[in-house]
């Protein structure tokens, strides 16, 4: 059975920063690639940062120079850094793993706010 569990979100002040990680299951990781999108209230959901299975990156144009996913092969997880936060960046976060198949994790809320 795969399974992502993401963790890490919760209440920051704008500023602050953030570390959410994604641990995968049931799948062969390193042949996986990752990406963090997220769906802010009311919105459609929209990608965030993405990683391929030899670490190149690609980041959305709004969290360019603030997020930073890596990916560590050996405890089958990958995280998404995020610093400089702002209220626009209140979102459910999800992480999925894309190759022939697609998985989803349930999502983690992370919310910027004074």
């Known amino acids: 059975q795969v399974q992502l569990v993401e963790s890490g979100g919760g209440l920051v002040q704008p500023g602050g920063s953030l570390k959410l990680a994604c641990a995968a299951s049931?799948?062969?990781?390193?042949?996986?690639?990752m990406s963090w999108s997220r769906q802010p209230p009311g919105k459609q959901r929209e990608l965030v940062a993405s990683?391929?299975?030899?670490?190149?990156?690609l980041y959305g144009d709004s969290v360019k120079g603030r997020f930073a996913i890596i990916r560590d092969n050996a405890k089958n997880t990958v995280y998404l850094q995020m610093n400089n936060l702002k209220p626009e960046d209140t979102a459910v976060y999800y992480c999925s793993a894309h190759a022939t198949r697609e998985y989803w994790g349930q999502g983690t809320q992370v919310t910027v706010s004074s």
């Open positions: 990683i391929t299975t030899d670490s190149s990156t």
């Open positions: 049931g799948i062969s990781f390193y042949d996986y690639h």
